[in-house]
């Protein structure tokens, strides 16, 4: 009985022990966040620019660039006369006819006359009437341009005979020498001529009320066989030549 109740006894008091011990613990793992493997870069972040910045970038400026302007003559309706300067007394040098246009380069103190590049050969220039041809663009804004010098433009020479055959106790014979000269307007040319042989005449002159051409004569007398050549010169208002040959012979 005793032995019982000491069995009781422990059992009781192991009992209340055991429901003082601590309770378990259970260690939580905390969660690891998974990091991504990153490789470093070897390229440097871009600064970001400030729009404020941008706005004060100077633009370039645009110039826009004007369209040049040409100015252009054709006839009304009947072809023009191109004359050597802005005037009825200068040269007719050809014809402006219909269908055609000149490029103007210039005009006359009062616009009546117009300057313009030679349709047949732009390297040379002449004048139009403006009363005679219709103009395209703002034709007052082209530059005065100035008379040009009234001058000879032309000399050609023509000996007759250019043979002569006689006896040779003919002798003296005459020849005729004719020149054609060409004038640009109105002046006084002054001329001689000059032989072979190495005779020369006195200054000549011939008067030009408008530009024309005109036709001088001189004789020259040869006095034995031979070739021989004459040349004409103008001196004013400026120097022009040309020359021509011709032949004596004689029988005995």
């Known amino acids: 009985m005793r032995n019982h109740l000491w069995v009781f006894m422990i059992a009781f008091i192991f009992g209340v022990s055991s429901c003082n011990l601590p309770a378990p613990q259970t260690t939580k793992t905390p969660r690891t966040t998974p990091m991504l493997d990153t490789p470093p870069s070897s390229t440097s972040t871009p600064t970001p620019t400030l729009i404020a910045t941008l706005l004060d970038i100077e633009l370039p400026t645009i110039t826009p660039t004007s369209t040049p302007s040409i100015f252009l003559a054709s006839p009304k309706d009947q072809p023009v006369n ?12 050809g014809a402006l ?6 490029e103007m380069i210039g005009r006359n103190s009062d616009s009546t006359w117009w300057y313009v590049r030679n349709p047949s050969d732009p390297s040379t220039s002449c004048w139009l009437s403006g009363e005679f041809v219709e103009t395209v663009g703002d034709v007052q804004s082209l530059p005065v341009a100035n008379s040009p010098d009234i001058m000879v433009t032309g000399v050609q020479v023509l000996i007759e005979p250019a043979f002569i055959n006689i006896a040779c106790d003919a002798f003296p014979q005459f020849v005729t020498i004719s020149a054609r000269i060409t004038s640009s307007g109105p002046t006084a040319v ?6 072979s042989a190495g005779f020369v005449s006195p200054d ?10 005109k036709t001088v004569r001189d004789y020259y007398q040869v006095t034995s066989i031979n070739d021989y050549r004459i040349q004409v010169q103008t001196t004013l208002p ?15």
């Open 190 to 195: 002054t001329w001689h001529w000059e032989s």
């Open 82 to 93: 191109r004359r050597f300067g802005p005037g009825t007394s200068y040269a007719v040098i």
């Open 238 to 252: 400026n120097i022009m030549t040309d020359q021509a040959s011709f032949k004596v012979v004689c029988t005995p």
């Open 97 to 102: 006819i219909l269908g055609r246009q000149a």
């Open 204 to 213: 000549k002159q011939v008067l030009f009320e408008v530009g024309d051409t």
